[in-house]
């Protein structure tokens, strides 16, 4: 059966053990060198850039988060393991971790991470379908005669390259679709390398829960067990025709993936819809000079994001959230797209004025949506503010400045607040 190494890459007939190296991270598989369809998932990706440029961090619980009040982003392993999760109020994750360290999340930091990872993807494939800024789909088939290597030695490669010159750690899921390979990146994180085969694809799934597949929520997960349906095996059972009757056009989806079936290409041009980003405040705020702040800090968040995707937008919106927990959304089209995080933040700012007396408020976020192509972007001067091509020239500069020197290396004063 094909073996590789995944410390030193060697490639050999299974065993235990590396013959070149003697370790033990070996991965074997009958079909390992045949499979090209790949998902790579960055482990703990926020939390994992946080203790990289924090060694201090290193052994402790970090949490990704926005104060107590808050939500958590994302959690290192350490805190997952005492049960923090995504998405988890903070006071709970609080509750459950009383000793983590919770870190307001760098944007920029992981915005150039994620530019480095994808950098390193590039140099595999040109056919690569990013979902977020720490995961893609890859598809490496016909790569082996470029690289004089299987997809599978490669993708070893890249994750060992991530942990070498990035400090970062990723996990492979590899199969003959993407159904299967993000499926597979899941079973052995972190660090993982997993493999799902054409040939065991029923075996695995008969027995798994439906909640592995992507996209299947709480509301759709109430549904299936109210038909009955928590494996793949109940799912084996219906008839296509009594799926779609019973869920739409999920239940013929629901048939397929029941069976291992995916045609769903990876796709190198899959749109972007929209970049956004939002906090939730500690305490209920009306002031104005603390919530500028943020929607600075908001804008330059998304103008980062919308720069590493080379994207621009041309609606930009406010989102509030009162103290009761309802919402105030506005949105204004620009003449034309931007990614310029002063241009987005006045825009911005200028929404906030027109309700910034029915606060206080607990929550604020900031996006850009109707993207395109960032040669599109900023194109056009303002008669009316002849000063914004100086300040979106001094904000190149910045970034340039901030790729070379680090996130931290230049800050601007409001950002304060």
Known sequence: MPALCRDCLKTFDAGKRCPECGRPRVISHPELFDLSIAHMDCDAFYASVEKRDDPS?????????????????????????????????????????????????????YVEASRQIRAMMDDLTPVIEPLSLD????????????????????????????????????SIGLSHNKFLAKVASDLDKPKGFSIIG????????????????????????????????RTFGDLLRWEKVDLVARFGGMGERLWHLARGEDRRRVSAH?????????????????????LDGHIWRLAENVADRAKAKNKAGRVVTLKLKRSNHSALT?????????????????????????????????????????????STA????????????????????????????????????????
Not at 198 to 226: H, M, N, Y
């Open 57 to 109: 961090l290193r052994d402790k619980p970090v949490i990704i988060g926005g104060g107590r009040r808050g939500v958590v982003s994302t959690a290192c392993y350490i805190a997952r393991i005492r049960g923090v999760r995504s998405a988890m109020p903070m006071f709970q994750a609080l509750k459950l971790c009383p000793d983590a360290v919770v870190v307001k999340g760098r944007m920029s930091a």
């Open 270 to 290: 899959a749109p972007v819809k929209s970049i956004s980003n939002e906090t939730t405040f500690g305490e209920d705020t009306s002031d104005v000079d603390i």
């Open 378 to 417: 900023d194109v056009e001067g303002d008669l009316l503010d002849p000063g914004a091509s100086l300040r979106a020239g001094a904000e190149r500069a910045s970034d340039s400045i901030r790729a070379r020197f680090g996130p931290d290396a230049i800050v601007k004063g409001r950002a304060l607040r």
């Open 330 to 374: 506005r949105r204004v089209s620009l003449g034309d797209p931007t990614q310029i995080a002063d241009r987005i933040y006045r825009t911005a700012r200028g929404l906030f004025d027109q309700v910034s007396d029915e606060g206080p408020f607990r929550l604020l976020g900031v996006g850009i949506s109707h993207l395109s192509p960032a």
């Open 198 to 229: 054409k040939a065991e694809t029923a075996s695995f799934l008969k027995d798994r829960p439906v909640r592995l597949i992507w996209g299947v929520g709480g509301q759709t997960q109430a549904a299936l067990d109210k038909a009955g349906i």
């Open 135 to 170: 995961e893609a789909f890859l598809d490496l088939k016909g790569t082996a005669r470029l690289h004089h290597a299987p997809p599978a030695v490669m993708l070893a490669r890249l994750v060992k390259r991530m942990e070498d010159e990035l400090g970062l750690t990723g």
